[in-house]
């Protein structure tokens, strides 16, 4: 089984900063293409960041600049560091990953279960 966890998420005003973390475990041969997504109340999910085996990036238009997206292959570990940050990125964020699993080499997407970033006015 392979589980995500998020972490790092609270209450900060505008103009701080927070660093979000996504530690993958479980039966894991390789970790390809890692992303972060945010739902505010009332909202679809929408793409924030997402980082591929080579480091390569991309970013919502929303977060650019201010987003900062990275990854720790040895730690299984993604990170979504956020500054700046406006209320409008108040939302409920949540890792997402696409892992190729060990012994049955099957490639799945995983979710975590989310983590609540508030960012006062």
């Known amino acids: 089984q392979v589980q995500l966890v998020e972490s790092g998420g609270g209450l900060v005003q505008a103009g701080g900063a927070l660093r979000l973390s996504c530690v993958a475990s479980?039966?894991?041969?390789?970790?390809?293409?890692m992303g972060w997504y945010r739902q505010a109340p009332g909202k679809e999910r929408e793409l924030v960041a997402t980082i591929n085996s080579g480091d390569s990036t991309n970013y919502a238009d929303s977060v650019k600049g201010r987003f900062t997206i990275s990854r720790d292959n040895a730690k299984n570990t993604g990170y979504l560091q956020l500054n700046s940050l406006k209320p409008e990125d108040t939302a409920v964020y949540f890792c997402?990953?696409?892992?190729?699993?060990?012994?049955?080499?099957?490639?799945?997407?995983?979710w975590g279960q989310g983590t609540q970033v508030t960012v006062s006015s």
């Open positions: 997402n990953a696409r892992i190729i699993r060990r012994c049955t080499f099957a490639a799945n997407t995983y």
């Open positions: 479980g039966s894991i041969f390789k970790i390809n293409t």
